[in-house]
T-cell receptor, first 112, second 113 residues
């Protein structure tokens, strides 16, 4: 079946450092991936997406990398700030193209 | 625009009671879905709808019912609450078609005692 997982459940970084959050996926046919950020008590918020025909996409302070050979997705946050503290989820679109499968999430803690 | 609105924010139910979690969106999104979020398990799909009058089951549909009579509303009904349904419930919507992510509501925290 399809599954999306994360290598590290918890990540602590110093303020100002770069953060890298990793995700492994199992469905090699998935064509679309999204990273979400969830702050405490709130619903997940869209951060950045990437299609399978790309290997890198950049946003404001965030970069998503896709390695289809090893079925690996990563989210890089530059100059991590206290406001980046949250749980981050990767999600892949399922085989039917309508729903997303979410990983269990990684908690990012930014240390002062 | 309000986005996706969920009510109530918190609810405590006794085992066996029924209730409806409300979800409304004002973005004219065709697609809507319900997820539950449990510690360490991420988000699991309960039911989804690709348009008014159309619903389908997700990964964990047992004990839940949905309907989609309008584009805006997608209520989730718990038929007979069980402690295993204690969770945080999120409603999400998006435009149909490929390349669109979800807009999530702020969630409903449900406790069944």
């Amino acid at each position: 079946g399809e599954s999306v997982g994360l290598h590290l459940p918890t990540l602590s970084v110093q303020e100002g450092d770069n953060s890298i959050i990793n995700c492994a996926y199992s469905n090699s046919a998935s064509d679309y991936f999204i990273w979400y950020k969830q702050e405490s008590g709130k619903g997940p918020q869209f951060i950045i997406d990437i299609r399978s025909n790309m290997d890198k996409r950049q946003g404001q302070r965030v970069t998503v990398l896709l390695n289809k050979t090893v079925k690996h997705l990563s989210l890089q946050i530059a100059a991590t700030q206290p406001g980046d503290s949250a749980v981050y989820f990767c999600a892949e679109r399922d085989n039917y193209g309508q729903n997303f499968v979410f990983g269990p999430g990684t908690r990012l803690s930014v240390l002062p | 625009n309000a986005g996706v609105t969920q009510t109530p924010k918190f609810q405590v139910l006794k085992t066996g009671q029924s209730m409806t979690l409300q979800c409304a969106q004002d973005m004219n999104h065709e697609y809507m879905s319900w997820y539950r979020q449990d510690p360490g398990m991420g988000l699991r799909l309960i039911h989804y709808s690709v348009g008014a009058g159309i619903t389908d089951q997700g990964e964990v549909p047992n004990g839940y019912n949905v309907s989609r009579s309008t584009t805006e509303d997608f209520p989730l009904r718990l038929l007979s609450a069980a402690p295993s349904q204690t969770s945080v419930y999120f409603c999400a919507s998006s435009r149909s078609g490929q390349g669109y992510g979800y807009t999530f509501g702020s969630g409903t925290r449900l406790t069944v005692v």
